[in-house]
């Protein structure tokens, strides 16, 4: 696959038929000054020196070295391959709760925006290992796969938002069932999932869901977020003021509290273990010693390589095309003035 870093420069190669048109014209008007100047016969013999062929290699010459200038201005790249790096870690999902009750803020700033910093931080120490990321709500979706490029994992961690499952509710067993269907268990790796939420589960049931992971090899750790007396949920306008908390259909505020007996039971199951979010700890670190101290296992990844830049490809020779067109003399050479037909027949004439 080929494109161009800097395809604007592209347009300089619309100079290239101007040059001919203006070139034609003046090969034109040099034609018909010398038939007013005299005889045919006459002028060659005073410009015998002067070629035309030369003057139209010095020409070509210089067409051509701006054409590759252009090319190469443009930067072609020449696409990706595909080859396969080994690398040796563990396979990490990370559930992130994103329902609207992570908005409370007995964790500062927020419960979610606490859970996001850790996961960056996580990403940001992470070393062969491959991490991916399962959003949640009222349903489970996967944000992104299990992948060792964390410059694109970080980029999707930030554009996580309460809104980014439409669905409300809190369904911890539908984000543990989700990353059960999203590793491959033909692969030999170590397989964790962490899961960051305030444990109000409101949808199916999250304990037969960790059962069913932990069946298959999966190490549960889990993360509270919140606190057990609870914190309101606040709402904010479209300009970022908080104009209330979320009340119910009754009108009362609804307090949103930590459930860690829900959490410390998944991560029982699941053999991990249970870390409750403060505002100082980050405990993604805390688990991450722990999966460190896990047997590590081989694997193949297969990332894409960079473009790689040909824009030498085209400067170097247009480079020896101008220096070649300034020394390459107009005037012909000497064996081509002996050879000259037209001086013979003077000569012959004389």
Do not use: C
């Amino acid at each position: 696959m080929i494109r161009f870093a800097h395809p604007e420069y592209l347009y300089l190669l619309l100079l290239v038929p101007v040059m001919i048109a203006t070139f034609w014209l003046f090969s034109r008007m040099r034609v018909a000054a010398s038939k007013r100047f005299g005889a045919v016969t006459m002028f060659h013999r005073l410009a015998e020196r002067s070629s035309g062929v030369r003057r139209m290699m010095k020409f070509v010459l210089l067409v051509a070295g701006i054409s590759l200038v252009s090319v190469g201005l443009a930067n072609p790249q020449i696409g990706t391959r595909l080859e396969e790096v080994k690398q040796e870690g563990v396979d990490i999902y990370i559930a992130l709760d994103v329902s609207l009750s992570m908005k409370a803020e007995d964790i500062k700033p927020n419960r979610l925006e606490k859970a996001k910093l850790e996961l960056r931080n996580l990403i940001g120490r992470l070393t062969g290992d491959r991490v991916g990321l399962i959003v949640f709500a009222g349903e489970a979706f996967t944000q992104f796969p299990l992948t060792a490029d964390y410059s694109a994992a970080n980029l999707f961690v930030d554009i996580i938002d309460v809104g980014s499952v439409p669905v409300p509710g809190t369904a911890i067993g539908d984000a543990i069932d989700r990353a059960v269907e999203s590793f491959d268990f033909t692969d030999p790796t170590t397989k964790v999932l962490v899961i960051m939420t305030d444990g109000e589960n409101t949808e199916g049931d999250d304990i037969e869901a960790a059962q069913e992971a932990a069946k298959k090899g999966v190490l549960l750790y889990t993360i509270g977020l919140g606190s057990p007396t609870g914190a309101p949920i606040p709402v904010y306008n479209a300009s970022g003021q908080q104009i209330d908390f979320k009340r119910d259909r009754s009108g009362a505020v609804v307090v949103s509290k930590l459930d860690e007996a829900g959490l410390e039971h998944i991560a029982e199951i699941g053999h991990g273990k249970y870390f409750r979010g403060t505002n100082s700890q980050d405990e993604l670190d805390e688990i991450y010693k722990n999966i460190n101290a896990l047997q590590k296992r081989e694997f193949g990844v297969k990332q894409f390589t960079d473009y790689e830049s040909r824009y030498q490809w085209f400067l170097v020779p247009a480079v020896l095309m101008f220096l070649l067109e300034i020394v390459l003399s107009e005037k012909a050479a000497l064996w081509i003035r002996r050879w000259n037909p037209l001086r013979r027949e003077e000569e012959e004439a004389t």
